[in-house]
């Protein structure tokens, strides 16, 4: 028992760890990517290629001064934050990151916890993540922070219904919840992905999947154009930092989980191992979320609720009735 | 022509070209047409194509706007009007200013100063030569009217310094004579033209 607490324990350590450093280096990686894109250079100028950039990006954060407004509600100014980061990592704890592997005669499952209820855990706490914005708004005394956290209310509200709807089709195909099943349930080539048989639940999932992550056609929380920066205004430093860390570790997860789902999770493709697919999978659902940010402008508010409850959310009805019928 | 065609003052509307669009529907069932239409033409990929298109071209077509500008300059016109320059004569290194004081007669915003006087061979030599650049305006006349292209303007566009007068000062400006061989000939405002040759005539001597 108490090998698995450590052994817990240190798989919730790397695992935190080695994401938040993604984390940073996604700001680096989507710096790079949207300036090739513009057929710009980015960062070149710290380090090769630009690339400690994130440490001085980082130095800058830290040692940013720590800044309260007076009228702003200070416990939950300063914990709203935290639930940002810390639910984007605590969803991060069911999801299978890299198959099973050997490591000094010891077999490691790297994942933290294989909850029966993995995929509606991840779901739930995704979820969660919306107080995190939805706090820091209303705790900031800044009407821009109050919009802010309004559309988050609205949007993260609408868009769970599409993302929770969309995986309920794949569910009752595989019949579980664990996302090691759904990874098993997809064994053996490309042909046996559930993207073929859900073509539709996949593009719904990518569609929310944008809208949970607030990137771009849907970041409408801090969109600079129209309230500055949203539920961020008054933030500076390290609180901000983890609003951003939180972000990215939600791109992260939300790779993950359409990889996991949609793509045949870490199962050997061709030659390529089964560790380094799915690394390629989330590389490219990456990609495509900065892809699709250089190239698609925001929507309206009312857009994005036509969009969710007039179209998203009766397709994903209709799939998994014609899956109900089907299957 | 009547009084009317010069009332009419919309003059520009006539080279406007109105899009052929589709009228926006009114109804719930064209409503739903047009996004159906909209959604399975797959437009939005478009803008996915054209995007990874550039980046392609910026990576791998060497099509990288950028320039890194205190390392890497673009390049200036010849005709561009920097800070000044004085030239030397290639043969002897000495400068080319005869001292006729020209510039200083033309220069509209009177930021030229020379001072003549006789050196031991009795030939002419500048003594003392200023150019105010808190007050010149970068016109080109001082190049154009000097009858030696010995004052011209350089491509020397950084004027960044901790004095003004560090620009101006005569011998600073002066070609080095360690570089006189690497001189170039002003081709701008004032230079002998490419076809010269063609437009030389004899001098009439009939008279």
């Known amino acids: ?327 | 022509m009547s009084l009317d065609n010069f009332k009419d003052r919309n003059a520009g509307v006539q080279n406007y070209r109105l899009l052929e669009l589709e009228p926006t529907p009114t109804t719930g069932w064209g409503k739903f047409k047009q996004v159906l239409i909209r959604s399975v033409k797959l437009e939005l990929l478009v803008g996915l194509k054209v995007t990874i298109r550039e980046m392609f071209k910026a990576l791998f077509g060497g099509q990288m706007h950028t320039t890194k500008y205190p390392f890497e300059k673009l390049p200036i016109s010849p005709r561009y009007r920097a800070i000044h320059e004085m030239k030397r004569l290639l043969e002897s290194g000495h400068y080319r200013c005869i001292g006729c004081g020209l510039c200083e007669k033309i220069c509209i915003a009177n930021c030229i100063r020379i001072d003549t006087r006789y050196d031991e061979n009795q030939r002419k030599e500048v003594s003392d030569y200023t150019i105010n650049l808190g007050r010149c305006i970068f016109c080109g006349y001082c190049a154009e009217v000097c009858p030696e292209l010995a004052i011209v303007h350089s491509g020397r566009y950084e004027t960044a310094s901790e004095q003004r007068a560090s620009f101006t000062d005569f011998a600073d400006m002066l070609t080095p004579l360690d570089e006189l061989k690497k001189q170039k000939e002003f081709p701008g405002f004032g230079a002998v033209s490419p076809n010269a040759d063609e437009n030389i005539k004899k001098t009439p001597l009939a008279y």
């Open chain 1, 1 to 327: 028992m108490s090998g698995f607490i450590i052994a817990t324990v240190i798989k919730a350590i790397v695992v935190l760890a080695i994401i938040s450093a993604l984390a940073g280096f996604g700001t680096y990686i989507e710096r790079k990517i949207l300036a090739f894109i513009q057929r710009r250079l980015g960062p070149m100028h710290v380090g090769p290629y630009g690339i400690l950039q994130i440490a001085a990006d980082g130095i800058k954060l830290f040692t940013k001064e720590d800044f309260i407004p007076s009228g702003a509600n200070r416990l939950i100014f300063k914990i709203a934050p935290l639930i940002t980061a810390a639910t984007a990592f605590i969803a991060l704890a069911a999801v299978p990151l890299l198959p099973e592997f050997h490591l000094f005669g010891i077999t490691v499952r790297p994942i933290v916890a294989d909850l029966n209820i993995g995929l509606l855990f991840v779901i739930a706490m995704m979820g969660v993540g919306l107080y995190g914005p939805l706090l820091a708004g209303m705790a900031q005394e800044n009407k821009w922070g109050i919009i802010g956290s309004a559309r988050t209310a609205i949007q993260f509200l609408s868009y769970e219904v599409v993302t929770g709807l969309s995986l309920l089709a794949p569910i009752m195909l595989v019949g579980s919840l664990s996302l090691i099943d759904f990874n098993n349930y997809q064994a053996g080539g490309i042909a046996n992905w559930i993207v073929w048989k859900q073509p539709l639940a996949f593009i719904l999932f990518l569609i929310s999947g944008f809208a949970e992550t607030n990137r771009t056609p849907f970041d409408l929380l801090e969109n600079e154009a129209e309230i500055i920066a949203g539920y961020a205004t008054e933030y500076s430093g390290m609180r901000w930092g983890m609003f951003f860390i939180g972000e990215y570790a939600n791109m992260i997860t939300i790779g993950f989980l359409a990889s996991l789902v949609f793509l045949g999770g870490f199962n050997p493709l061709w030659i390529i191992p089964g560790a380094i697919a799915i690394v390629l999978k989330v590389s490219f659902f990456f990609f495509l979320m900065l892809w699709v940010r250089s190239a698609w402008p925001h929507i309206r508010p009312d857009q994005l609720m036509w969009l969710c409850w007039k179209v998203l959310m009766p397709l994903a009805v209709i799939n998994i009735l014609i899956t109900g019928l089907v299957a």
